[in-house]
């Protein structure tokens, strides 16, 4: 069934967008008190609620024009693709000054410096669907808590208490994950990753994304000594960030009930940042997003994917390839099928602390006269 646009030219999502912009701006933003009527009235699967169907839906709990909502990443996020392409030189110049202040990062990253230049979109995505799930479990929207940054959050804790020894402590050591950056002995690293293998995760396998991506990767094996691994740190430093964020706690059960609103938050802050004049802030969010990357080691909740790998994805590629302002929700929710309701996942994202995505609406006269005329 047709929703927006014709099944048959879905990239006429360009157009429409930029038939909405010009010359006058015809969107207005979906304001909190709208996103929480949305989120309490919005039932089922995405691709089989009523809010997001050819009709359109009501504008307000009192507001009965119809209208079409239309999602897009920040825009922070396309002026980092800019930077780039545009300054691609003077950038690795940064980054590389900044990370010889970072224990252990030159040796991590040598040979493998272009990586730096590089955002694993795929990684970020399911990083930003584990941070969803976990606050909509928070907030009653569903069961999944985004278990996957749970089980990252309880072996990086546990490989750190494991080559620490008997002298580590919770509240001492709650950010002193510098030791992991000097190496992690071959029995520490079986120890380990023996309980987890029977756990349906297998740690020797993020030694692979190092092969592929150095900069998100967790983890690298050292060549002359295969017996001994060491920890990425711009991992290490995400890990001191969320531990300041929590106010120096090192609990993994306590860490697991917040972590979504946390890492959200950071990444949030670092977005804001990049609207600032510090010459240095585009090299410090790389880094930032290569650490919340490679922090992240699980890949396994299907569902938690679909509401971010997929959702967020889907959209730095409709705008980063293709330039799309912003895309219809009607016709997302369609292909998608996230398995979760999507007003909920849109009042995550759309949330003022982080504002992953702006959120607006269009009036469905306006649309479907533009529609009409492509």
Known sequence: MRRVLPDKNPTFDYQLWQSIIRPNPKYQQVRKPERDWLASIDRGSSEISDLWKRE???????????????????????????????????????????????????????????????????????????????????????????????????????????????????????????????????????????YYRQNNFDPDSEILRSIAHRASSPFRQENNHPNRYYANPFAIAHQKSLSAQFKGADDPEELAKSHGRLTLELLGSALRDLKGSDLDRFANFVIKIHGMCAFHIVRTDIIQQKIGLHLFSNLVARRIERKVGASNVPDIAKHLKTGFSLAKVLKILSDKNHKIIEWNSVEKEIVDKIVNGL
């Open 56 to 194: 359109g839906r009501q504008l307000s709990k009192t507001d009965s024009t119809k209208v079409f909502d239309f999602i897009s990443i920040n825009d922070q996020f396309e002026s980092l693709v800019d930077e780039l392409k545009m300054n691609t030189l003077d950038l690795k110049n940064r980054i590389e000054q900044k990370i010889k202040n970072i224990p252990g990062a030159e040796s991590f990253i040598e040979g493998e410096e272009n990586s730096l230049l590089e955002i694993n979109w795929i990684i970020l995505g399911r990083v930003i669907g584990a941070a969803v799930a976990n606050i909509g479990a928070g907030e009653d929207f569903w069961r999944q808590t985004g278990n996957d940054s749970y089980v990252a959050l309880r072996f990086w804790a546990d490989l750190k208490r494991e080559v620490k020894g008997k002298a580590y402590d919770a509240t001492v050591d709650a950010d002193d994950y510098t030791i992991l950056a000097q190496g992690i002995e071959g029995d520490n690293w079986k120890t380990v990753g023996d």
